[in-house]
């Protein structure tokens, strides 16, 4: 999932984690090198250091992972799958001025382009 959204929105330049679990994989830890990644650890007992982080966690948690009881791994990666679509393209959020990240992804590109029609001389 992490290369596929690489691929679709380009590397950052962090990749931002608490000390859990996720970072005894070493794949992952290799993974990270070679994208170039540099990681940066929320340091232990403080995770408002990601706060994004933090509340989608409790989001994921209540809407999706507390509504279901998974019989095997391939049910729970289908309805996972279900929620994350439909937590990036249906739902909206009120950070984004109740768009959906789809729509203000959109939106942004379309003022990007504007922005540059108006700016260069080339359009």
């Known amino acids: ?16 984690s608490d000390n859990g679990p996720e970072f005894v994989s070493t794949q992952l830890l290799q993974w990270a090198v070679d994208e170039k990644l540099e990681t940066v650890l929320i340091e232990p007992g403080k995770p408002w250091q990601n706060g994004t ?3 989608f966690n409790g989001k994921f948690r209540d809407e999706c992972l507390s509504m279901e009881w998974f019989r095997n791994r391939l ?3 289908v309805v996972i799958e279900d929620w994350r679509r439909h937590y990036n393209e249906i739902r ?9 990240p789809h729509e203000f992804v959109g939106n942004l590109t379309n003022e990007l382009t ?3 029609r108006i700016s260069s001389p080339y359009w």
Do not use: D, F, I, W
């Open 1 to 16: 999932m992490l290369s596929r959204l690489v691929s679709l929105r380009g590397a950052p330049k962090y990749l931002r």
């Open 53 to 55: 982080n933090e509340s």
């Open 75 to 77: 049910e729970a990666r």
């Open 92 to 100: 909206p959020h009120s950070s984004l001025n109740y768009q959906t």
């Open 114 to 116: 504007s922005e540059a």
